[in-house]
């Protein structure tokens, strides 16, 4: 009864939609923070609105995990665990449950940005192993990876979620 409660507080369609758009602003400005980091432009305004914008990432990524969680509302815990942590599942789970109704090209942009944000956290580690310290540019430049990664996958499970009819049971994957 209680878990019933909490599934019909989460928030619209509307909503939904809504956030979705903020995050792909947040994401296309956590990109903008980057690509100045990757061009080598470095000032302390640009730090602090990266940082701004790596805060901004939780909330919008809570709504979104309240809409995962809508997603997979007919899923029980057990069922949860045996499907998205067994190989033969997992890409079902994520791409047909989460990520399904979003937009194609909001789901290629997520992969390329989370493709983007490991090679950055590479480098990062590269950096740190070869001198001791990343150097800030180097700091800016993997804050603002995540954030865009965060931001995109935030935008992409609400866009989902935005345009699925109902949650699908476990029999229909």
């Not at 995109?152 to 109902?166: C, D, G, H, K, P």
Request: hydrophobic share 55%; with cysteine; glycine share 6%.
């Amino acid at each position: 009864m209680r878990a019933d409660l909490f599934m019909n507080t989460l928030p619209g369609k509307s909503v939904a939609r809504g956030v979705s758009t903020i995050a792909i602003a947040g994401c296309a400005l956590s990109l903008s923070v980057h690509v100045l980091a990757l061009i080598g432009v470095y000032s302390k305004s640009i730090v602090n609105f990266g940082r701004g914008l790596f805060i901004g990432v939780f909330p919008v990524f809570f709504l979104a995990v309240l809409a995962q969680e809508r997603l997979l509302s007919k899923f029980t815990f057990r069922d949860r665990m045996f499907r998205m942590f067994n190989p033969k599942f997992a890409h079902k789970v994520t791409w047909k449950l989460l990520l399904g109704q979003a937009p194609k090209w909001l789901r290629a942009v997520l992969m390329a940005l989370f493709v983007n944000a490991l090679a950055q956290f590479a480098l990062f580690a590269y950096q740190i192993i070869r001198s001791g310290s990343p150097s800030q540019s180097a700091q800016l430049r993997i804050d603002s990876a995540y954030a865009a990664v965060f931001y995109a996958a935030a935008a992409t499970i609400l866009a989902s979620y935005a345009r699925t009819e109902s949650a699908l049971d476990p029999d229909e994957l």
